[in-house]
């Protein structure tokens, strides 16, 4: 007999908080992924899946029940907007409100950090995060100084057409409110929807390495890596001075009964380990740290190539949470961590994208005989989002793999 | 000098080596020989991030200190005196917006000699086979950050092909392109990062090292 939605819901849960606590599920957990495919298995486009809350639901639900991994990333699609969380830093009721940016909040700002399709790309192109430089070296005193301070009121009217002068600014707060308060009823129905086919609740909470906050909004990706040589006692102070209120930020989530935080990094591959080391690590370690002390746990997603810095990892306190990479060796990575660190990652994304079901088949079956042994291990793309193309067949093929193999 | 530049650069002092670079030129120093210095410091920076020596920081100061440098030693330089290694057109394809991978590998593939012809980004596959047509490359060079780029890639190859241009190899790069990728999009090499972009281009028009 077919298991219902309550008790698929609840051996799924328990199969990826196993994996997490270290311990052997009943098989290996597999993490899903979303992406453009989403929308094109329902013959829909990305501008639907950003403005269009029907269309984004039923394209979810048919590829959720068509595609049954243990958990789910398709859906709504959001980006980025953790400046926004720091510029509301000191209320904790609204700074994990903040933390993406939506197709009708990127109206409502008017923000240049992102591009949404239907707007400044095509409908078919998906919602992307490009950054930029909204703050000039001279300012990095400014920012030590009072860093919600300087992001509310100096760099938020420069990075949003709509927050320019206090005028546009009050209008723009309150339609922002307004959207998450209407949006809310959606989220409402879309978790409905996950519990109907048998998807866990995961409470998730979001953190964010506070050197990102300034290379992804503030200064810009290649601009912070340049200061980092340039200005490095200046880039130090800073970052420490964010620290404080990325904290208050990731703590503020656990009001809502939240029990995991998600960490999207981006410096991390940029850097090399003496820069890691000193600008970036031992800021991010203190996030993570000040969550596992109110017993949460963290799932750190170390993009491209962590192989560098895997070491440090070690440093934090065993069972603090999972390392999920992109293209780090997840087999070496196990072999490091094993009973300290739940592993996350392992499937290339263009394998599922280019490959047959038969080449996906033998590399689960080959992978999961090195790290399925003690337990502590997610299956998980290193990219959760697949091309519109994606053979279907090799979506099937990956979880089918799992259920032999895991 | 030479040594003492060629070592500033590799070694990252940014200030050091600009300084110097300009001394040299200011005092009736041969500007050619001035960027094949800065040519061979940006191949073995390439090279110490091959060996894992140095990271994205070190490529993206390494090709600011040689932009910084370049700006006013090349026009010091006659058209036609320095010899190319070959022409290269490049964009991230349609439907991805970023820049960063396909700056990176620009600055250190013209640092190693080729011409670069920047056609931008989220551009369409009409218009690479349109720039194509009009630049007469010997590589094709097409970069992209997100997945969607991957059936870009494929699209765009297939429409270059379909236009009849096949005396131009087809290099892919970006932080998500891999050897089935490579397959998939029908390119002629692929590579993650700009040092072993460079290495590859470089062999895709027979030269050695």
């Known amino acids: ?406 | 000098m030479q040594e003492e530049l060629f070592t500033k650069i590799v070694d990252m002092d940014e200030e050091g080596s600009i300084k110097l670079a300009k001394e040299y030129l200011e005092s009736g120093g041969n500007p050619q020989k001035l960027l094949e210095v800065c040519r061979n410091a940006m191949g073995v920076i390439g090279d110490k991030f091959e060996k894992g020596e140095y990271f994205l920081s070190e490529l993206i100061l390494g090709g600011e200190i040689f932009g910084s440098i370049m700006e006013f030693t090349l026009p010091h330089i006659k058209e036609g005196e320095s010899e190319k290694l070959g022409k290269i057109v490049l964009g991230t394809v349609k439907d991805d917006i970023h820049n960063i991978g396909k700056d990176i590998f620009k600055a250190f593939v013209e640092a190693a000699g080729f011409e670069v012809i920047d056609i931008g980004v989220d551009v369409p596959e009409e218009e690479f086979v349109k720039q194509v047509k009009e630049h007469k490359p010997d590589i094709i060079g097409m970069s992209c950050l997100i997945t969607a780029g991957i059936s870009s890639m494929k699209r765009t190859v297939e429409a270059i092909k379909a236009a009849g241009i096949t005396d131009a190899k087809i290099i892919i790069g970006g932080g998500r392109v891999d050897e089935e990728v490579r397959q998939l999009a029908g390119a002629d090499a692929w590579a993650d990062d700009a040092a072993k972009g460079v290495r590859l281009c470089k062999e895709l028009v027979g030269v050695k090292g």
């Open chain 1, 1 to 406: 007999m077919a298991k219902s939605a309550q008790e698929l819901a609840k051996e799924r849960l328990a199969r990826i908080e196993a994996a997490i606590n270290l311990q052997e599920p009943d098989r290996v957990p597999v993490w899903g992924f979303g992406g453009d495919i989403v929308p094109a298995y329902s013959g829909y486009t990305n501008y639907d899946m950003c403005y269009d809350e029907e269309k984004t639901l039923k394209a979810s639900e048919k590829f959720m029940r068509d595609f049954p991994f243990d958990s789910s990333m398709a859906g709504i699609t959001g980006l980025d907007g953790r400046v926004f969380c720091m510029a509301f830093a000191e209320y904790d009721d609204l700074s994990p409100l903040m933390t993406f940016i939506t197709g009708p909040i990127h109206d409502i700002l008017g923000d240049k950090y992102t591009r949404f399709p239907g707007r400044e790309i095509d409908k078919t192109a998906p919602a992307q995060f490009i950054g930029g430089t909204f703050m000039e070296p001279d300012e990095y005193d400014q920012l030590i100084e009072d860093p919600v301070k300087f992001i509310a009121e100096t760099v938020l009217p420069r990075a949003c057409r709509n927050l320019e002068t206090p005028r546009q600014a009050m209008a723009t707060w309150v339609r922002l409110g307004m959207e998450i308060a209407r949006s809310g009823a959606f989220m409402a129905e879309f978790g409905k929807m996950n519990a109907e086919l048998g998807y866990p609740p995961f409470p998730m909470g979001w953190g964010y390495a506070p050197l990102d906050i300034i290379g992804d909004f503030l200064r810009g990706v290649s601009n912070v890596v340049l200061d980092i040589r340039r200005y490095p006692d200046k880039v130090k102070k800073a970052t420490e001075a964010i620290t404080e209120w990325m904290i208050k930020y990731a703590l503020a989530y656990t009001k809502m009964g939240t029990k995991y935080a998600m960490f999207p990094l981006h410096l991390n591959e940029y850097l090399s380990p003496k820069l890691y080391n000193e600008f970036y690590w031992p800021y991010l370690k203190k996030v993570i740290l000040a969550l596992h002390e109110v017993g949460v746990k963290s799932i750190v997603f170390f993009e491209g190539r962590h192989e560098q810095h895997l070491e440090t990892i070690l440093e934090l306190p065993k069972g603090w949470g999972a390392a999920y990479f992109e293209k780090t060796d997840v087999v070496k990575a196990k072999k490091l961590l094993q009973g300290h660190t739940c592993v996350m990652g392992g499937i290339p994304i263009t394998l599922i994208a280019g490959g047959t079901p038969a080449e996906i088949d033998k590399f689960v079956k080959d992978l999961l005989e090195q790290v399925k042994p003690g337990g502590g291990f997610i299956l998980a793309p290193g990219v959760a989002a697949a091309p519109a193309d994606t053979p279907l067949e090799n979506i099937t093929a990956l979880i089918e793999a799992v259920e032999k193999y895991g």
